[in-house]
Each structure stands twice: as structure tokens, then as C-alpha cells.
């Protein structure tokens, strides 16, 4: 097996991937950087994020605005001397993009321009117009070719990370041009794959979304956090899942039922009127109004489609000047994908599973609990989104904490040098190998790939969605863990060695069963309800047993064991999510 | 099953087993919302693991998945069935070598792309905390449209310049470079100037404008290019006429 020495290895390229990238090469230009990912930048999921980020910038906003709102509308989960660092840091990184290019939208008199989100008490959401991660990752991307210690590592797939006594030694991928294992031997290495929406069925995320980074550390000892708080985003087209921007809302948009009504004032968000209002009713938070729609469901007071239950969400009074300035992307996908132009028909939309709040537990330097091992963006839980993330904090967040994780591995790197047992991390990386081959070489296997993935798909969207119980999520486990069997035996039928799709398939599927596991787990095992984690048998909120993270620690041969670690809590204690706007 | 079919004839080959190209068809159900990228996924998960393409959003923005569908490029999870025949034709984009089945080896387009210098070249650096540069709507508006390329190559795949001359630096490339030079914070256009105007292809590239015709975002690159050409012949007479002045 061919070693690859660098300094730092960054698996992901996306927005954070890239962020950390470009901070460890301004850290210092001597420093090799080997920036490894199973696609090209350009194509991670940052590219699909549309509304913006949010960070403090006009005088009628302040930090402690944008504290409390993301604290209260991650329901108290937050880590606040996290959060308290990534506000402050939040308007520095966006200003620092600006200054890299990122085209974004403008007041008339040039300066960067604001927009609602939901739950948020001021307007501080920087957009470009409604392809915000689009216009960030490429920006990141291009402001990237600039460093020449950046060494890019295309269309690699990650498989293990080499971990002895505790310390990171470097990580092995699959060059799939060539099918070979490379072992990229280094003196830090940062995980930033984002999420895992694959693995459920019904996802904004793209194709590559599977949980890689998660999975990886998870098998290597780090504990994944706080992985029962799956966001659904309350927006999504039927059928394709194809996310409509918060920003849509923002704007002024409406969501209505069958009858026309606007039903989340039933659900403490109302009143409707005045509209727009901050933080009320269309601009309350993304959990409760995923709630919400499941509650009318239950009434009877959705629309029936061939692509499941949707409601309305009316942007005609918005008028087509104003769609087409500050939202064509969405008037674009909703003309395409579901033949319906919101200038003049309302879009149906229904909650759809966009954003992973746990992940790869760090503390707030984005540092593991493996020397040399970091993580930043949203394969991470550091954790600033808690129990609900709020709307337009994530595209902010993998830029401060890939920052971060940049200087971070960097300091490290040099402070710590090579590791020293390179026996030991050789045979590591060749175990990794054989794993590898071992699977591509299978001639046996009864399980096919699509068809478990499809059951697992399945087994978490009946058991692990939006209300969970006792029951729903015991099967839903029981599930995981049969699958997870059977997966033992699947079978590959691609014999090639040249971007042999069948066995990253493969490999990914064995990564979204780990994630998946870990998520049932520690939802069955949180028994109070909490921001995007509601339990029927569990209603509310239990802040003196459940004031805690969830840490799911991996075990090869049993479900992971769950434990628990305090919150961080400075200046706001617990208290109730009032939404509705600044009068109540 | 007497449910509506269609078939797909995909264009297979595997380097390893395969001396040369060939097609194979695959049956498929058709479904009136769904693209060729439904389709082809359909027979990766149910007929056949061992065809390879790439795609990851299905929203037309990662800029994956572009093909050569019944002899268009387009990228294949914004192609709709029922817009066309039931006999569907996909290959690799043109233009470039295949890597495998419907995967081509995007290097050259890579280097091209870095090769333009694609960021912003301050005049001076400018400190963080002195906040954002300004920028007014309508200076925004001179390069917006430009930014809006996903790099899905569908427009190297169409360009005859390209394919007769390898050493061109193509629409998106020069589009990108185009859009910096428009940016108000932006004092790089003289060394991009360089790779650019130098560049053998861009004064051959005629007004065919293939590539804003199969462009999927509307980022017109033959536009951007017509403009490059316009000013790079102004600096051309600049310097004939003013050798004093500082690029």
C-alpha cells in the first residue's frame, strides 16, 4: 500500500473542509495539506443550502440577540461558551468571505444586506439571494487554489482512521480512479464530511450525504453526540424532497392548510397578524413547525398527494419581482421538479429530514478525545445547534469552526510532530486495507445493496421520525440491528477497479447503518421530548434527568452504549420557547 | 407488466475490460416526473450494480451529473422523461476521456479552471475588522450572472473550439476569469491577462455560442468570452498608445 506523507489530512472539501483547509495554509505556508474527498468541492452538500448565514452586522441586532435566539431555539441543549465564541466570531468569517469574493446581496447603498430567518428576534441573515452555500463553497473553493500547500485529493473515498495509544496517525482512502488503498500518514487529521440525511428516505441531502466522517470516528472510539435530534425541515417539494428556503418565509411567504388556513397560530405561533413578524408563526422555529404539520396531519387538514400529505406554502403576494430578486432559485426548482409557478400557484411543501444537530463529539477547539483528531461543520457536534438548530447558523458555523479546526490541527501538528509507532500504524492501515479488499473480492453474498438500504430508509422514518415512542423506536432498533447483521453477507457484483460505484455503495450503506443505530439508540434511550426529538410517551421536557448530551460509544458487536455529559451553561438557564413574537 | 416502459441505451466501458465503447439497453418503467437521472438510478439499484456515473444533489446545482442525452449535453437529474422519446440514448460528455461508463476524466477542466487565477487580487489587503467592501447593487450586477457556473463541463462537451484544440481554456474558465475582472473588489485582470489573452483558443472561438445554448444556469460564457476579447484589444492599443501605462 502506497503512503501518502502530509501534514494535515482534511477529509471533506466541503464548506468546512475547505475553511479549515485555507486556515491551516494561512497558519503556515510550509505546512502540507493533504485535502482529501469522494467528490470534487464543488459538489458537497454546502452547494445546496439556499437562504444564508446568519451573523451579527446592523445596529439594531446584537450578540446577545443572536445568543438567545440560538439558545432558546436549540431548546437549552447548546453548549454556551460555544455559542458565545461562534456569534462573536460569526460576522468576522462572513465579512473575511466578503473580502474572498462571495457575491452577496447588496443594500442600495453597498453595504451587505440582511434577512429574517425563523426564530430569530432580528433580521441578521447574509444571502446571496437564494444560493447562498452555492456562492460559499465555490467561493471557498476558488480562494482555495490560491495556497500551494493545498495538495487536493479528488474523488478519494475515506475508509478508517489510524488511531494508536489515542493518537490520530492519519487516514487510508480509496483512490476509486484506481481502486487503490492510499494510507495519507499525517501529523493531524480533520473530519468535516457533513451529515447523514441518506439515512432516511425522504431527505433534502444529496447522494453523498451517508455519514461517512460520523461513522469513521464513531468506529475509532470518539463518542457521536446528540444524535436523536435529526432536524426536519418544515419546506420540502413532495416527492423529491428538493429544499424551499426558510428565506421564502423570510420574504413574507405563508404556509396554509387545505382550507386555506394559516394553522400554526394553533400551534403557539400566532397570532398571524401583523405578518410579517420576527420569530412568529411562518418565522417560528424549524422544529415546531414540523411539528405542527404533523399535528394537522393528524386532523385530517392536509392535502393528499401521490407523493404523501403536503400543505401550501404561498408566496404570491410576494409578487414576481421580488421572487425573481430574491428567490429565483426557488421559483426555478418549483417550476422544474413540480410544475408550479409560485407567482401565480401556492407551492406544496411538506417537512422533510434536512440536518444532523448531533455528531462527532468535540469540545469547543473542535478537538476529539483522540490526540490530533478534529472536526468541524455538521458531521460535528461542538455543540452550538443543541436540540433544534436554527435556521441559517450552519452555513456560519463551518466557517468559524473550520476555521478553527484549521489553527487547531495546525498548532498541533506542529507542536506534536510525526507519531512514533509507525509499525503500529502501518498494520492499522493495512487492516484497513484488507477490509477493503476482503469486500471487493467477495464472491458470496446473498443481501443486496439497494434493498437493505432501502429497509433501513424504511425501519427510521417509521421509527425515528418527527414523534417517536417507546414502541416506534425499540422496533426501529431492533431493526437497525438485524440490518446490520445482514449486512455482513451483501453482496457486490463489480469486479472493476475504476470508480467502482458498487462497493463505495457499499461502504457508505455500512457507514448510514452505523449512524443510524446510534441515532435509534440514543432516542430511545432520551425518554422527555426536546427540540426536534418529541416523544408521544414523553411529552415534555425533563431538564433535571435530560439537561444533558447523549453520547452513543461504538461497539462491534452491540448496539452502542449510551452515556451522558453535562451542558455548558454561562448566562441562560432553561427556560420555556415562547414564539410569537416580540409581544408575547 | 403492462405498465409504460421505456429503454435507456446506455453507453458502457470499463478500461480494464473493455477494448473500445459500447451500448447496452436497459428496460425501464417510465414515470411522468421523473428525469433520465430517476431512470438511470433505477437501474444501478434494480438492474445492474455495475454501471458507474456520478450525482449527488438532484437539484441541478452540484454539477455532477452531466451526460450527453440523445446527443445534448444536459445534466441528467434536470431532464425530464416525458420530454423524451422512449428510447433514450445517454453517453459520456464529450470531449473529454472516459474514465469509466458515463464518469470522464475532468483533469484538464480542473487545471483550466485554477489556471485562470479564479479569486479575488486585491489591490491591498484589506483588515478583517475594517468590515466589508462596498459593493452597490448594480456593481453586483455587472459580474452576477457569471457566478452562477456549477462547473458541470456540459459546456466543454458542446464547444467545437475545444474539441479541435485541446490547449483552449474553455467557456467556464474564461467566463469565471471574466467575472473577476468585473469585480469591483477586484485588481487582478492584468495577471489574468496573461493566461487569458494569450490563450490560443479564445481568438478562434467564434460566435457559435454552443456553450450558452447548453449552459443549464444561463451564465452565457460566449458572452463572457466576446467581452474578454473586446478588452483585452483595448489593452492591446493602450499599450501601443501609452507604453507608460501600468497595467
Avoid at chain 1, 400557484?345 to 463529539?361: A, F, L, S
Avoid at chain 2, 480494464?16 to 437521472?37: F, G, M, R
Avoid at chain 2, 438532484?58 to 454539477?63: D, T
Amino acid at each position: 500500500m502506497e503512503t501518502i506523507n502530509t501534514d494535515i489530512a482534511i477529509v471533506g472539501a466541503g464548506g468546512a473542509g475547505l475553511r479549515a483547509a485555507i486556515a491551516v495554509a494561512e497558519a503556515n505556508p510550509a505546512l502540507k495539506i493533504a485535502l482529501i474527498s469522494k467528490v470534487y468541492p464543488m459538489r458537497s452538500h454546502t452547494v445546496a443550502a439556499e437562504g444564508g448565514a446568519a451573523g451579527v452586522i446592523k445596529d439594531n441586532d446584537s450578540f446577545d440577540n443572536h445568543f438567545h435566539d440560538t439558545v432558546a431555539g436549540g431548546d437549552w441543549l447548546c453548549d454556551q461558551d460555544a455559542v458565545d465564541l461562534f456569534i462573536r466570531e460569526a460576522p468576522r468569517e462572513l465579512t473575511r468571505i466578503e473580502h474572498w469574493g462571495c457575491p452577496w446581496s447588496r443594500e442600495p447603498d453597498g453595504h451587505v444586506a440582511v434577512r429574517p430567518f425563523g426564530g430569530m428576534k432580528v433580521e441578521r441573515t447574509w444571502y446571496a439571494a437564494d444560493k447562498t452555500g452555492f456562492h460559499l463553497l465555490h467561493t471557498l473553493f476558488q480562494t482555495s487554489l490560491k495556497y500551494p500547500g493545498i495538495e487536493r485529493f479528488d474523488e478519494y473515498y475515506s475508509t478508517d482512521l489510524v488511531v494508536t495509544d489515542g493518537r490520530c496517525q492519519g487516514v487510508t482512502a480509496i483512490e476509486m480512479r484506481s481502486g487503490q488503498v492510499r494510507f495519507f500518514r499525517a501529523k493531524a487529521v480533520i473530519i468535516a464530511t457533513g451529515g447523514a440525511g441518506r439515512v432516511f428516505p425522504f431527505t433534502t441531502n444529496g447522494a453523498i450525504k451517508t455519514g461517512d466522517g460520523m461513522a469513521m470516528a464513531f468506529r475509532a472510539g470518539i463518542p457521536l453526540k446528540d444524535m436523536e435530534f435529526v432536524q426536519y425541515h418544515p419546506t420540502g417539494l413532495p416527492g423529491t424532497g428538493i429544499l424551499i428556503t426558510e428565506g421564502s418565509r423570510g420574504e413574507g411567504g405563508i404556509l396554509v392548510n387545505k382550507d386555506g388556513y394559516r394553522y400554526l397560530q394553533d400551534y403557539n405561533l400566532g397570532p398571524p397578524d401583523p405578518w410579517p413578524r420576527k420569530k412568529a408563526m411562518e418565522l417560528g422555529p424549524r422544529d415546531r413547525l414540523s411539528q405542527a404539520f404533523w399535528h394537522e396531519q393528524q386532523k385530517g387538514r392536509t392535502i393528499k398527494t401521490d407523493y404523501g400529505d403536503v400543505v401550501h406554502l404561498d408566496l404570491r403576494h410576494l409578487g414576481e419581482a421580488k421572487i425573481n430578486e430574491r428567490l429565483p432559485m426557488v421559483r426555478e426548482l418549483a417550476q422544474s421538479y413540480i410544475g408550479v409557478d409560485p407567482v401565480h400557484e401556492p407551492i406544496p411543501v411538506r417537512p422533510v429530514v434536512h440536518y444532523t444537530m448531533g455528531g462527532i463529539d468535540t469540545d469547543i477547539d473542535t478537538a476529539t478525545n483522540v490526540d490530533g483528531l478534529f472536526s468541524a461543520g455538521e458531521c460535528a457536534c461542538v455543540s452550538i445547534n443543541g436540540a433544534n438548530r436554527l435556521g441559517s447558523n450552519s452555513l456560519t458555523e463551518l466557517l468559524v469552526f473550520g476555521a478553527r479546526a484549521g489553527q487547531g490541527a495546525a498548532e498541533y501538528a506542529l507542536r506534536a510532530g510525526t507519531g512514533t509507532d509507525d509499525r503500529q500504524a502501518l498494520s492499522i492501515a493495512g487492516a484497513a486495507e484488507d477490509r477493503v479488499l476482503e469486500l471487493f473480492r467477495r464472491n458470496t453474498g446473498s443481501e443486496s445493496i439497494s434493498g437493505l438500504r432501502r429497509e433501513m430508509n424504511d425501519a427510521m422514518e417509521a421509527g425515528a421520525g418527527i414523534y417517536r415512542s417507546e414502541d416506534s423506536l425499540q422496533a426501529c432498533t431492533d431493526k437497525m440491528q438485524e440490518i446490520r447483521e445482514r449486512y455482513k453477507t451483501i453482496a457486490l457484483h463489480d469486479k472493476s477497479n475504476v470508480f467502482n460505484t458498487d462497493l463505495i455503495e457499499a461502504l457508505e450503506l455500512g457507514s448510514m447503518i452505523d449512524v443510524a443505530t446510534a441515532m435509534a439508540c440514543s432516542a430511545l434511550h432520551r425518554t422527555e421530548s426536546r427540540g426536534s426529538h418529541q416523544r408521544l410517551d414523553y411529552p415534555d421536557r425533563d431538564d433535571v434527568a435530560f439537561l444533558k448530551h447523549s453520547l452513543a460509544q461504538y461497539s462491534a458487536t452491540d448496539l452502542p452504549v449510551i452515556d451522558y455529559s453535562a451542558v455548558t451553561i454561562t448566562r441562560s438557564q432553561p427556560a420555556e420557547r415562547v414564539y410569537g413574537g416580540d409581544d408575547k | 407488466m403492462s405498465e409504460r416502459t421505456i429503454e435507456l441505451e446506455i453507453l458502457r466501458y470499463d478500461p480494464e475490460q473493455d477494448d473500445a465503447p459500447h451500448l447496452q439497453t436497459y428496460t425501464v418503467p417510465y414515470h411522468e416526473d421523473w428525469v433520465v437521472l430517476d431512470a438511470i438510478n433505477y437501474v444501478k439499484d434494480e438492474l445492474d450494480r455495475t454501471l458507474s456515473y456520478r450525482w449527488s444533489c438532484h437539484m441541478a446545482v452540484c454539477g455532477s451529473c452531466g451526460m450527453v442525452i440523445n446527443g445534448e449535453p444536459t445534466l441528467s437529474c434536470h431532464a425530464f422523461l416525458r420530454d423524451y422519446p422512449d428510447r433514450i440514448r445517454i453517453e459520456p460528455l464529450q470531449n473529454f476521456p472516459i474514465e469509466r461508463d458515463l464518469v470522464v476524466v475532468m483533469d484538464d477542466f480542473i487545471d483550466k479552471l485554477g489556471s485562470v487565477k479564479p479569486y479575488i487580487v486585491a489591490k491591498e489587503e484589506k483588515a478583517v475588522d475594517d468590515g466589508e467592501y462596498l459593493q452597490t447593487p448594480a456593481e453586483l450586477a455587472r459580474f452576477k450572472s457569471f457566478t452562477a457556473c456549477i462547473n458541470c463541463l456540459l459546456c466543454y462537451s458542446a464547444c467545437p473550439q475545444y474539441a479541435l484544440n485541446e490547449a483552449f481554456v474553455g467557456p467556464a474558465a474564461l467566463a469565471l476569469a471574466h467575472r473577476y475582472n468585473l469585480d469591483s473588489r477586484d485588481a487582478g485582470r492584468s495577471v489574468r491577462e496573461d493566461v487569458v489573452a494569450s490563450n490560443p483558443g479564445i481568438w478562434e472561438c467564434s460566435f457559435v455560442g454552443a456553450c450558452s445554448e447548453v449552459c443549464p444556469k444561463s451564465v452565457d460564457p460566449a458572452a463572457a468570452i466576446q467581452q474578454v476579447k473586446i478588452a483585452s484589444t483595448g489593452d492591446y492599443f493602450l499599450d501601443f498608445l501609452m507604453p507608460w501605462k501600468q497595467k
